[in-house]
Nanobody
């Protein structure tokens, strides 16, 4: 049974920083493409950043300038460092793990980020 537990969300003023963490169990971060999605109020869920098992990163929007995705395989944890936060970054952030073994996508429960 795969479980992803996010932490690090909260309320911050514009221009501030937060680091989200996602600790996995039932799957190892070195056998999954790890990602962060977010759902802003009234919007669909969107990909923020992805880190592949090969080490490649993907930031489909402009967050590459402000966000960094990384992982610590020894801790089975993936991080999303968010700097220069803007009110439009307010969303529920979800961690995902795409298994390279069976292709299944696993989701965390989400963590709220509020920027004012």
């Amino acid at each position: 049974h795969v479980q992803l537990v996010e932490s690090g969300g909260g309320s911050v003023q514009a221009g501030g920083s937060l680091r989200l963490s996602c600790t996995a169990s039932g799957i190892t971060t070195d056998e999954a493409d790890m990602g962060w999605y977010r759902q802003r109020p009234g919007n669909e869920c969107e990909l923020v950043a992805k880190l592949s098992t090969a080490g490649g990163t993907d930031f489909p929007n402009s967050e590459i300038e402000r966000f960094t995705i990384s992982q610590d395989n020894a801790k089975n944890t993936v991080y999303l460092q968010m700097n220069s936060l803007k009110p439009e970054d307010t969303a529920v952030y979800y961690c995902t793990a795409d298994s390279t073994v069976n292709g299944a996508r696993n989701w965390g429960q989400g963590t709220q980020v509020t920027v004012s």
